[in-house]
C-alpha cells in the first residue's frame, strides 16, 4: 500500500540466494499460491522461471478449502510449496508424493506446524517485510536438533545484514531489540513518499555511506546464530504487566454487528493506574456488557476494555484524522452494561456498594453489576479483599469474589460459605470441557491471583485454576498453617481430584510452589493418565537449617514486596508475617525424595543463579527434564514476555503417563 520500490537487483540477490538454498532445479514445481499483489509472489514467479522449473497457478477457491488443496498437490506434482501458516495449519499433514519442501512465511510459526510438517518434508520458515525483498532471514527446520520451544526465522541471507538495536546500539545475544536489516536486500523507499523514507531508511551507523531499514519488529539473536521474532514494537501499550496493540482490539471491535468505527486508547483511572477505553460509534444502542462477551469469545481477557463509550461522531484533526486526544475520559457509567440497576437493600449493602464505587471509580454501582464487567482485576481484587476488611469488617476471600462477582452474590457467599470449602479459584474467564485443567501452585506468598495474567494468556489452550495457600484468609481461625511442605501437597491434591473430572492436567508450580507441584505430581500420577509437570524458578534445594534473623529479613522484605503490589496497607500484618514466615521455613526444611515417571519442565529464568539447582531435578524423575530458558528475572517469570513458553510447552508437548 505505501508503493514500495524494490529494485530489480534486490530481486536477483533475493531470487539466485533461495535458488541455491532450496536446490530448485529444472525438475521442480512450484505452487503459485500468492497474488501479485502480495511481494511473496515475486519469490515464487522468479525462482521458477529463472530455473527453467514449471509454475503452477491456483484458484483461491482452491487455496483456501484444505482438501481441494490437498487434491491439487498431487494431482498437479507440485515439488514447492510456500504459504502462510495459517493455511499450512489447515492442510492435512502427510507424505506427499512429490511434494520436497515447505516453507512458512508471512506469519508467525507455531513450533508444532514445523514439527509435523518436517516429519515428511524439508521445511523452511522465512521472514523480512517487503522493504527488505520479500525474505531477508531464513531457517530450515531440523527438529533433532532444535532446542528452543519456538521456531526461529533463521539467519540472513547473503548479502544481507541484520542488527538487533537496543536503544540504537547493538544488543548481546539474547536481548530483545529492534531488528533492523541492511544490504543489497534494501528498498529504495516508498513511491512519492520523501518522509516515511526518510523516517524508515536510516543511515546506517555500523557501514558509513549505507542505509538500514528500520522495521519496527522485535527479535533477538540466539546463541547458535539465528534469529527469534518476538513480534512488534510500535503502538504497543502496557497494562498490569501486559504488551497491548490497540489496533488488535480495534480490529474486532469492527466487526461487532452495527459498529461503523472504534477506537481503542488508554486512559488514566481513578486509582492513578490505566485501563482501556473504547469508543464506538454505530446506529444501535450498545449494551457495554454484550459487546464486552463479544470479545470476550476472541481476545484474552487482558485486552477487554474496562469501558465502551458510545460517540455520535468521533472527534477528528483539521487534517481529518481521528483526534485521540480529544476523544473524553470515559464517565465512569459508559454504555449500559445490559444489567438492571438494583439499588442497596440495607446498611451493609449500601456499604459495600460506596467501597465498589470508589475502588472502580464508578459513579453508580448496583447489587447485581459484575465486578470484572465494571473494569475490576486481579490487583483490585486484592485491594479489595482489604478494604472491606478495614471499612466494612467483612472478611471475604479472593475465590468468592472470583466465583460470586456481584455484591449480591458475594454478600451471600460470605454469609452461607463454610471453612472447609475448595480453595480453588477459576483464573479462566471462559473454560470448556474439552480443554485440559491446568493447575497453578502459588509462590511463598500463597495466592493463586498472581496467575491471573498467566491464564489469560493460555485460556484457549486450557481451563486455568488457582489454589490458595491454607492459612492464607488469616481470619479464618479453623485454618492452621501447613506444617510441611508434604502437607501443602496433600491438601492440595485432595482439592484437585475433587475438582478434576477427566482429561489431561498441568500443574505449573512457581518457585515455593514449585516443591509443594513436585510433590503432587507424585501423589496424583498413579490416579491420573495425563499429567504434565511444570516447575519454575525452584531449583532442588539441601536441607539447611533455619536462621530466625534470615527468615525473619526475608519475611519483611516480602511483606514490603506485597504492600507495594497491592498498593494499600496490609490489614493483620503480624498474621501475614506469620504466614510468610512459616512458609520460608517449611522450604528451608524441605528435601524432596522419589521419582515421578513423567517429564519435568524447568523453566530457568535468564536472571536465576540456581540453573544447576534446576538442572538437579533430573535426579527426581524417570521420564528426564525438557529445560527452558525464559527471559527477565525471578519476578518477571509470569509476565507476558514469557506467555509463549508457557503456550508452547502446553500446546506442543503431550505429557506421557
Not at 457467599?413 to 474439552?434: D, M, P, Y
Request: aromatic share 8%; glycine share 8%; charged share 20%.
Amino acid at each position: 500500500p505505501k508503493g514500495v520500490l524494490v529494485e530489480h537487483r534486490s530481486v536477483v540477490n533475493l531470487i539466485v540466494a533461495q535458488r541455491a538454498a532450496f536446490g530448485i532445479s529444472g525438475e521442480d514445481n512450484v505452487l503459485q499460491a500468492s497474488d501479485i499483489s502480495f511481494d511473496a509472489s515475486v519469490e515464487q514467479v522468479f525462482i521458477a522461471l529463472t530455473s527453467g522449473a514449471r509454475l503452477t497457478m491456483i484458484d483461491k477457491a482452491v487455496l483456501l478449502e484444505a482438501e481441494k488443496l490437498e487434491a491439487f498437490i498431487d494431482d498437479y506434482r507440485i515439488t514447492h510449496v510456500h504459504l502462510v501458516p495459517g493455511i499450512l495449519a489447515m492442510l492435512p499433514v502427510k507424505k506427499y508424493t512429490y511434494l520436497k519442501r515447505v516453507i512458512a512465511g508471512g506469519d508467525t510459526c507455531p513450533k508444532d506446524l514445523a514439527e509435523k510438517w518436517s516429519v515428511h518434508h524439508q521445511f523452511y520458515n522465512e521472514y523480512g517485510p517487503t522493504e527488505t525483498t520479500v525474505t531477508s532471514i531464513m531457517h530450515q527446520y531440523d527438529p533433532a536438533k532444535e532446542q528452543q520451544s519456538f521456531v526461529p526465522v533463521g539467519r540472513p541471507l547473503p548479502n544481507t545484514i541484520v542488527y538487533i538495536l537496543k536503544n540504537d546500539r547493538l544488543a548481546p545475544a539474547g536481548v530483545i531489540g529492534e531488528i533492523c536489516i541492511g544490504g543489497d536486500c534494501l528498498a529504495r523507499g516508498y513511491l512519492n513518499r520523501p518522509g516515511y523514507t526518510e523516517a524508515a531508511f536510516v543511515l546506517n551507523p555500523f557501514k558509513e555511506g549505507e542505509r538500514m531499514y528500520r522495521t519496527g519488529d522485535l527479535g533477538r539473536w540466539l546463541a547458535d546464530g539465528t534469529i527469534e521474532f518476538t513480534g512488534r514494537k510500535d503502538n504497543q501499550v502496557k497494562i498490569r504487566g501486559y504488551r497491548i496493540e490497540p489496533e488488535e482490539i480495534e480490529e474486532v471491535l469492527r466487526q461487532y454487528p452495527s459498529v461503523v468505527s472504534g477506537i481503542v486508547t488508554v486512559k488514566n483511572n481513578a486509582q492513578g493506574g490505566k485501563e482501556l477505553v473504547a469508543y464506538i460509534t454505530g446506529s444501535s444502542v450498545f449494551s457495554a456488557s454484550e459487546i464486552k462477551t463479544y470479545l470476550g469469545r476472541l481476545l484474552p481477557a487482558y485486552m477487554i476494555p474496562a469501558h465502551i463509550v458510545q460517540l455520535d461522531v468521533l472527534p477528528l484533526t483539521p487534517t481529518g484524522k481521528i483526534n485521540r486526544k480529544a476523544l473524553p475520559d470515559p464517565d465512569r457509567s459508559g454504555v449500559s452494561e445490559g444489567v438492571e440497576y438494583i439499588a442497596p437493600r440495607n446498611a451493609i449493602e449500601k456499604k459495600v456498594t460506596t467501597i465498589w464505587q470508589e475502588l472502580l471509580g464508578r459513579e453508580k454501582v448496583g447489587i447485581s453489576d459484575h465486578f470484572f464487567d465494571l473494569g475490576g482485576h486481579s490487583i483490585l481484587a486484592m485491594k479489595l479483599q482489604l478494604i472491606m476488611r478495614k471499612e466494612s469488617g467483612i472478611h471475604i476471600k479472593i475465590q468468592d469474589l472470583y466465583n460470586h462477582p456481584t455484591i449480591e452474590g458475594l454478600l451471600s457467599a460470605v454469609a452461607t460459605r463454610t471453612h472447609a470449602g475448595s480453595r480453588i479459584i477459576q483464573l479462566s474467564s471462559r473454560v470448556a470441557e474439552q480443554k485440559k485443567n491446568c493447575y497453578f501452585i502459588p509462590p511463598v506468598l500463597g495466592n493463586a491471583i498472581l496467575f491471573k495474567p498467566l491464564a489469560a494468556a493460555l485460556q484457549d489452550s486450557c481451563n486455568c485454576y488457582g489454589i490458595q495457600y491454607r492459612g492464607l484468609e488469616r481470619e479464618v481461625a479453623e485454618e492452621p498453617l501447613y506444617g510441611s511442605i508434604l502437607e501443602a501437597a496433600m491438601d492440595m491434591s485432595r482439592q484437585v481430584l475433587a475438582h478434576h473430572s477427566k482429561g489431561e492436567m498441568v500443574i505449573i508450580g512457581y518457585s515455593m510452589g514449585a516443591a509443594i507441584a513436585f510433590e503432587m505430581a507424585k501423589i496424583l500420577e498413579p490416579a491420573l493418565n495425563n499429567l504434565q509437570l511444570i516447575l519454575v524458578d525452584r531449583g532442588v534445594v539441601p536441607v539447611t537449617h533455619p536462621d530466625n534473623i534470615s527468615v525473619s529479613k526475608e519475611a519483611d522484605w516480602l511483606m514490603s514486596k506485597y504492600k507495594a503490589l497491592i498498593g494499600v496497607e496490609i490489614g493483620d500484618e503480624a498474621a501475614l508475617r506469620k504466614f510468610l514466615v512459616n512458609n520460608i521455613e517449611l522450604l528451608n526444611r524441605y528435601e524432596p525424595t522419589g521419582k515421578i515417571n513423567n517429564k519435568i519442565y524447568t523453566f530457568i529464568s535468564a536472571g536465576n543463579k540456581s540453573v544447576t539447582a534446576m538442572d538437579a531435578w533430573n535426579a527426581f524423575t524417570n521420564g528426564g527434564i525438557i529445560p527452558q530458558f525464559i527471559q527477565g528475572d525471578h519476578w518477571e517469570a509470569l509476565t507476558d514476555i514469557n506467555f509463549r513458553f508457557f503456550e508452547n510447552a502446553i500446546n506442543t508437548e503431550r505429557p506421557n503417563k
